[in-house]
């Protein structure tokens, strides 16, 4: 066969979500769309916000000489500063346009990263529940995935965290608010995370970076300020986007940031620059970063998230699923009636309801349920989930 055998591997690995793809089209063809519930997607749900298209449109009718050209790697420059304005503003960490990259999403950032931090069989340590995602992107990029796990509430284990760490390990990856639990790590999680980062450190005698993923950072529902990782370790560097909190996910755009503290960053910033222009980035969408140069303060209308969160983790432990409440993004995680999260899957799908088994974010016996879909999606699943509940649990 014409393909790597690593690309096969990965497929075959990844199949479940082809699968369920490949059967939320089925049961739709054969039932109809009004029919079938799919909360298998994190596929926002809400449009731009109007100032979205009223920047887009100034742009156009404006389109300076230049505007579709190749800029430096890292972005135009006007569109860093006006990033790390809004950033440093947030966060209260002093950042400059120098340290930031604009990237291809959150995922070409992460992507970008590993590719700078990583040798053959470097490790990056993942904390389970992770966006499956992960595996890929440290494998695409040389590296080995460790995995450390979770307590009770879906924050990282520190012990754990510290069994897991090695001479080898490179990076650790958090992302808060998380896929899929949905939980925002307090600011006492980031710092005990960054500890036990240094302890390894000082142990091994290496560098390991804490790399935040944090593109649900603008979907929260509590109004605690977002707890920023960079006060806690000097090697940290954020990847976001504006796929979910503009709803952009389409376009492409989101960024970098580096600890402006970071001892190391002139040379990080050189191996990032480096990196994405050799993974075949080269630049991120030139319109899109002028565009979201303009929106740093403008997110999509984040009550009708919470709304919907609502909605659905009410109606879900109203039946008896156990979930811990999720305060970000938009996906719950509860626990399988049955040991078996396939199979609880499998038999949630003869209902028309389609969700993910936690199998595929590194913790099976839980289910990852989506709740960026329309409320007629979330109220018509409730009667399956009620019935399989029923009938797993008789
Ligand atoms: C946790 C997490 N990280 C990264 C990504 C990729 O984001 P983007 O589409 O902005 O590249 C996603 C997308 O769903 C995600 O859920």
Known sequence: MAISRKVREQMNNSSWIRRMFEQGIELRNIHGNQNVFDLSLGNPLLEPPPEFKAELQRL????????????????????????????????????????VLMTVGAAGGINTILRSILDKDDEVVLIAP??????????????????????ENWLPDIASLEETIGPRTRAVIINSPNNPTGVIYPKESI??????????????????????????????????????????????????????????????????AVNPNDPGKADLLDA????????GFVNAPALMQRVVAGLQRATVDVDIYRKKRDLFYGSLTKIGYECVQPDGAFFVFPKSPIPDDTEFVAELQKELVLVVPGVGFGTPGYFRASYCVEDWVIEGAADGFEKVFAQLTS
Request: hydrophobic fraction near 40%.
């Open 191 to 256: 710092a005990a995370v960054a500890a036990a980062i240094q302890r390894a450190e000082e142990k091994h005698g290496t560098e390991i970076y804490l790399i935040s993923d944090e593109p649900y950072r603008k979907l929260i529902y509590t109004d605690a300020p977002y707890p920023f990782i960079f006060e806690h370790h000097p090697r940290s560097i954020v990847a976001t986007s504006h796929s979910k909190d503009l709803g952009l996910a389409g376009e492409r755009i989101g960024y970098v």
């Open 60 to 99: 156009i009718d404006e389109e300076a000489p230049g505007t579709h050209r190749y800029m430096p790697q890292a972005g135009f420059p006007e569109v860093r500063a006006k990033v790390a304005e809004v950033l440093a503003e947030e966060s209260g960490t002093a950042f400059t346009g120098s340290d």
């Open 272 to 279: 990032l620059n480096f990196s994405l222009r050799t993974l």
């Open 130 to 151: 992770f966006f499956g995602e992960y595996v890929f992107y440290v494998e695409h990029q040389t590296g080995v995935s460790k995995i450390a796990t979770c307590d």
